[in-house]
Antibody, heavy 120, light 110 residues
């Protein structure tokens, strides 16, 4: 059974840092692009970043480029999102999602989400 | 990051057919596949449609997708109370080198 389990969310002050993790199981992790998508409270879905199977290619939304870094450890089947210089507008539930092969936005599996709150 | 445009709300009665539109541009919908997601309250989104009109296994054929030019549409026929949810369209954007989502449409079953 495919499972994605996020962790690492919490309350952080503006300007602070946080690292999110997404533990994957039930599939060949290094064969899939993985994405982070966020959703502010009561708002819509917003794409954050993606990384390819071997970790050599990444893309970022303009709003996080230079502050967030996506990475993966295929030996641990884990996806990461390092978030620095956090702002109030980064407050959201962060989901990791798997994009099935050949589909850029074919998110067939999602994690349950982890809440990040940026506030003083 | 410019997004896709969806109506904020839609509604219908049980058994009816409703359609939700999604408008984009030549750099996203005009060139790439459209995806649709359903999000029930308090849960993670679920993939409904990929490749403009394909349904993943397990998605009822009451849900259908189409695309024409720079616009797409999700149709739900035989509306049921359990279809009450938020619906999002998405596509890859070549100019942004990223994914763009629509703002979401809240579907109410009256």
């Amino acid at each position: 059974e495919v499972q994605l389990v996020e962790s690492g969310g919490g309350l952080v002050q503006p300007g602070g840092s946080l690292r999110l993790s997404c533990a994957a199981s039930g599939f060949t992790f290094n064969s899939f692009w993985m994405h982070w998508v966020r959703q502010a409270p009561g708002k819509g879905l917003v794409w954050v970043s993606r990384i390819n199977g071997d970790g050599t290619a990444t893309n970022y939304a303009d709003s996080v480029r230079g502050r967030f870094t996506i990475s993966r450890d295929n030996a641990k089947n884990t996806l990461y999102l390092q978030m620095n210089s956090l702002r109030a507008e980064d407050t959201a539930v962060y989901y990791c999602a798997r994009a099935f092969v050949g589909a850029a936005v074919g998110y067939d599996y999602w994690g349950q989400g982890t809440l990040v709150t940026v506030s003083s | 990051q410019s997004g896709l445009t969806q109506p904020p709300s839609a509604s219908g009665t049980p058994g009816q057919r409703v359609a939700i539109s999604c408008s984009g541009s030549s750099s996203n919908i005009g060139t790439n596949s459209v995806y649709w997601f359903q999000q029930l309250p308090g849960t993670a989104p679920k993939l409904l449609i990929y490749g403009n009109s394909q349904r993943p296994s397990g998605v009822p054929d009451r849900f259908s997708g189409s695309k024409s030019g720079t616009s797409a549409s999700l149709a739900i026929s035989g509306l049921r109370s359990e279809d009450e949810a938020d619906y999002y369209c998405a596509a890859w954007d070549n100019s942004l080198s990223g994914v763009v989502f629509g703002g979401g449409t809240k579907l109410t079953v009256l």
